[in-house]
């Protein structure tokens, strides 16, 4: 064969492989088109399957308006980590269209400088978050409306909050697939919602966390004594429980066992509930429990006990002008929060005062999840000790750390049993409603003696966590209005868990995600590895050059001319020989970085390979295979 025809042998086949490759992806993207395959650790881009089935419920279509000003971030050096996290945003809302079949609209909108987009942006109460090279607004935000006209909005993408970012735009289309307010029946053993103080004479403001609650939800009080929960109710939220009679604790535990939701709040020492009068007519005592229901769950709560922490122990003003640990005041900060719930997704510090502890009674059936713990260097004690208390110092006499973390607050799993395994008690004549049914409807309900479903409860063992006093100052400002500066995260973690329970029963299982941001596991074990070879290297160097001055001293000490400046030759050849160690273990640090550099390259071009040959050769191979499987079924 001539060179001629070798050389065109030559071009025929790289034509013959060029023309096969561009087959192979026309192929792949007709017959491979809408299928998505997930490798990364936690199904980064995949929607969990309670969003799915909660997406698949939704009745009316909904409309998302995806604001990012792409064009005047362009340029913009400082902020291409927020270009890349638009991207992430993006591929996320794009789930969400494709996983609604169609109910579901996403557009995307570049919101130009003076454009209708941007005064619409503006319209919908996006946050214009900084300020572009010539000035320009720059949004980052999502506005959905449904068919009746209601909007809501996320404000902003906070990369910071990236690993709640499914559960935010679920809750979102999820506000508007429901539109009405959740009810949430308050049940309340404390003024919460504000009331007459009969010492002072004077009234009492409604506690901030009230108020904030009623901006979300529909919060109806329910009666001290009640023997029916409306069905509409959608969640119990229970705090500083009263002496609850029979008929109301065999509702509640009916209401439970039957898949209801409930916050719960109790308290070994509510000082709050100490130091307010009480309007309500629960009795006002600074202790409370729902010891009947928790024995049934197997759920153990001792309300003579008080969590201490000195790692997390605030420090307060007494008066004496000098601050003083108290240790029975805890700021609890994000490495004692679940990293997985999404209450406590994106908190700082939750405050908590004479707070209890939770654990499983042996032998229960019943699962706890922790929201909340103490450190390490806590242990329990008395209440009594708590009692009049002058000297927070005083809680350190004899206080020894257990080692042991205490659940202060926990999500319950598992099952449920009831209280009343006898059936319901006897009706007592002085109690509302007795003659009603346990559910509040029209027929007798069959007593349920164990929960059928998952239990939707939440337990805190702490109810000052609610008061203003440990998480916010409420001032009045220049016109009149009440300003509260929050200095905790207490307000969010509250309405997070009020958020997250009265909600789609899908979306309440849903726990935060992996971050799209994720190290280089490898690279940074080869950085720990030669940073500790650096830090021993220059460890031993060190001391050889402490171990030579203590010789030149020695030596210089030892010489009859001590006045004498100039170095002994012993002197000069303890300093050379020093002087060629030195220029070793410098040679040493040298081949530690070059091998890290080297190390670090090396594995930077194998994922090269992997990534521009193997991987599309693989999809080149599994394209052909799918390829082949239909063309053989279409044989057949």
Do not use: C
Not at 148 to 160: K, L, N, R, S, T
Not at 468 to 492: E, K, M, P, Y
């Amino acid at each position: 064969m001539s060179t001629g025809q070798t050389k065109r042998l030559s071009y025929a086949t790289l034509l013959l492989l060029a023309v096969a490759l561009i087959a192979a992806v026309a192929a792949s993207n007709t017959l491979l088109r809408g299928m998505r395959l997930d490798f990364t650790e936690g199904g980064l881009y995949t929607l969990a399957p309670g969003t799915r089935a909660f997406l698949g419920k939704i009745e009316e279509p909904i409309n998302l308006y995806f604001f990012f000003s792409d064009r005047v971030t362009a340029d913009n050096n400082g902020l291409q980590g927020l270009r890349l996290y638009r991207q992430r945003v993006r591929e996320m809302l794009e789930e969400f269209e494709a996983a609604a079949g169609g109910r579901v609209s996403l557009q995307v909108i570049d919101p130009l400088p003076f454009s209708e987009d941007e005064d619409r942006a503006a319209e919908y109460g996006l946050l214009d978050i900084a300020r572009g090279a010539l000035g320009d607004s720059i949004y980052f935000g999502l506005a959905a409306t449904n068919s009746v006209g209601d909007q809501a909005i996320i404000e902003v993408f906070d990369p910071g909050k990236e690993n709640t970012l499914e559960y935010d735009v679920a809750r979102l289309i999820f506000s508007l697939a429901s539109p009405e307010k959740n009810v949430v029946g308050l049940v309340s053993g404390v003024p919460m919602t504000g009331g007459f103080d009969p010492q002072a004479q004077q009234p009492l403001p409604p506690w901030v966390i009230s108020q904030q609650a009623r901006q979300l939800f529909e919060v109806r009080a329910l009666a001290p004594s009640f023997a029916t929960i409306d069905p509409d109710i959608d969640m119990l939220w229970i705090v500083h429980p009263p002496a609850l009679d029979p008929l109301s604790l065999y509702a509640l535990d009916q209401y439970l066992l039957g898949g209801g939701r409930a916050l719960i709040f109790v308290d070994p020492l509510a000082e709050i509930a100490a130091a307010t009068a009480d309007p309500t007519g629960f009795g006002g005592s600074s202790s409370s429990n729902l010891e009947t229901l928790f024995a049934a769950w197997g759920l153990e709560f001792d309300p003579t006990r008080v969590v201490m922490d000195a790692r997390y122990g605030l420090s307060i003003d007494t008066g004496t002008g000098r601050p003083l640990r108290h240790v029975g005041l805890i700021g609890l900060e994000r490495s004692v929060m679940s990293q997985e719930d999404l209450v406590t997704a994106g908190l700082e510090t939750v405050n908590v005062g004479t707070a209890g502890s939770l654990a499983v009674a042996e032998g229960a059936t019943l699962t706890l999840t922790p929201i909340l713990s103490s450190s390490t260097e806590s242990a329990l004690g008395d209440t009594a000790r708590f009692q009049f208390l002058a000297d927070p110092e005083d809680l350190l006499d004899g206080f020894a750390p257990t080692g042991q973390q205490y659940v202060i607050a926990a999500r319950l799993s598992g099952t449920l049993n009831t209280a009343f395994p006898d059936g319901p008690p006897a009706p007592d004549a002085a109690t509302p409603d007795a003659a009603d049914t346990p559910d509040g409807g029209d027929e007798p309900a069959s007593d349920r003696f164990q929960s059928t479903d998952a239990p939707n409860v939440i337990v805190v063992a702490d109810v000052d966590v609610l008061s203003d006093r440990l998480w916010v100052q409420v001032r009045r400002s220049l016109f009149g209005q009440q300003v509260a500066s929050a200095f905790a995260s207490n307000g969010d973690f509250v309405t997070n868990m009020l958020g997250n329970l009265s909600g789609s029963a899908d979306l309440i299982g849903l726990t935060s995600r992996e971050t799209f941001s994720r190290p280089f596991d490898r690279v940074e074990a080869l950085r720990r590895d030669a940073d500790a070879r650096f830090r021993e290297t220059e460890q031993r160097l060190q001391a050889e050059l402490a171990e030579t001055e203590q010789r030149l001293g020695e030596l210089q000490s030892a010489r009859e001319d001590t006045g004498s400046m100039l170095m002994s030759p012993e002197q000069q050849a303890e300093v050379e020989r020093f002087q060629q160690e030195q220029l070793r273990i410098r040679r040493e640090l040298r081949d530690v970085q070059r091998e890290l550099d080297s190390s670090i390259e090396g594995l930077g071009s194998a994922l090269k390979v992997v990534n521009i040959v193997a991987v599309p050769l693989a999809l080149l191979v599994f394209g052909l295979f799918v390829v082949a499987l239909k063309r053989r079924r279409g044989a057949s």
